[in-house]
């Protein structure tokens, strides 16, 4: 019991915030496109061109920024958002928004988080995961993942019945009735709440867990057990040096020749390695369902295919990564999933309400408990 008590209370008010703000980040980007509308949006054009050549002019003609990501489905309502790494000395933008048409500068943003619309949605996201302390956050909110886990599993047993016939006792836990009295309601909701979404609640606890200690707990133990196995690359005789546009079409005959029917997405610039990378999706919008996209990468320079990441065809390892997030964040089963999530939310935080009320309620019996051993003893 005092378990459950006290590691509750702890936690209680990061985990409400984290709750709420969860709900909203299942939908970040839509949020993040209707707060900047004024980028993202532009007057309907009666027909658009590709969007990697458009891509490539603008990189020739803006030496001072080098392009990192764009998406290849764009609207024609829509304008084209780049993700780019900016030249030293240039101004503080890490994204520019280009016409559907004519390809020209329309828009730019520093998408770093920060009070303002343009940096709202990366704000919400880094105090959500951070509580925007950076990787002390990080360890913060990991440590009360790992409270609420706990907290799940203690919440569970104290529902047993002490004394009785357990299921018939037991039965009764998970039953919720408005003609209760107001006190009663709260424990039954609390209580009964807890029981029926204690899986997914152990689930989304269990990821959180995972997600803020990613690089010290998770990623070594699913380096020590699970296997990486390398995907042997298809023959491809590639043609350089590759552009944007050259690179599509690269991706398009290799992913025919793997009999891959998913469909190019996103075009992405590795500066490290000096490659060009073609992210692929079962509908050409990059989403993070199941255990997200497929990524194909070629050596800029030779044009040849340099590596294949896939977790659904041999990459087991990089599997046990990909499903975290999308499980976490409910894009995992596209709209039926982030429902769930959003629902999972609300009601964690009615249960952090319904835990302090309980608590509140509970505490002066407590305290005339305490005040009685004590005066037994003396």
Not at 117 to 142: I, V
């Amino acid at each position: 019991m005092a378990v459950h008590r006290y590691s509750g209370l702890a936690i209680l008010a990061f985990l409400g915030f984290a709750a709420l703000s969860g709900c909203l980040l299942v939908y970040m980007r839509p949020l993040d496109a209707w707060l900047n509308a004024d980028l993202f949006r532009d007057a309907p054009a009666a027909s658009a061109p590709d969007v990697a050549p458009l891509v490539d002019r603008f990189a020739r003609e803006h030496p001072e920024f080098t392009v990192r990501s764009f998406p290849l489905a764009v609207a024609r309502d829509a304008r084209i958002p780049v993700m780019v790494y900016p030249t030293k000395g240039a101004h503080p933008v890490d994204q520019v928004f280009l016409d559907r048409v004519s390809g020209e500068v329309e828009g730019r943003r520093l998408t770093h988080p920060a009070f303002n619309r343009h940096g709202a949605a990366e704000l919400l996201h880094d105090a959500h995961y951070t509580l925007m302390l950076g990787t002390y956050g990080r360890w913060f909110m990991g440590g009360m993942a790992l409270a609420w886990l706990i907290s799940n599993i203690v919440g569970a047993y104290l529902t047993f019945p002490a004394r009785g016939a357990f299921w018939k006792q037991w039965k009764r836990t998970w039953r919720f009735s408005f003609k209760s009295v107001f006190s009663r309601q709260m424990l039954d909701l609390h209580r009964a709440s807890g029981l029926w979404l204690l899986l997914p609640l152990t689930v989304l606890a269990f990821t959180s867990m995972c997600l803020n200690f990613f690089n010290e707990l998770y990623a070594p133990v699913v380096e020590r057990f699970v296997p990486e196995h390398e995907i042997a690359l298809p023959q491809d005789e590639g043609r350089g040096p590759l552009d944007f546009t050259a690179a599509l079409d690269q991706a398009r005959r290799v992913a025919k020749g793997m009999e891959e029917s998913w469909l190019p997405a996103t075009a992405i610039r590795d500066r490290e390695e000096d490659r060009i990378g073609v992210t692929l999706t079962d509908s050409g919008v990059l989403r993070y369902n199941d255990l997200g996209p497929i990524y194909l990468y070629f050596d800029r320079a030779s044009g040849k295919l340099a590596e294949v990441i896939d977790p659904y065809h041999g990459n087991t390892n990089l599997a046990m990564y990909r499903w975290l997030y999308p499980l976490h964040s409910g894009h995992i089963a596209g709209i039926p999933s982030e429902l769930a999530i959003v629902v999972l939310g609300l009601v964690v935080f009615a249960m952090c309400v319904t835990g302090i009320y309980l608590w509140w309620k509970k505490r002066p019996g407590r305290i005339v408990q305490r005040r009685a051993r004590k005066g037994a003893r003396t």
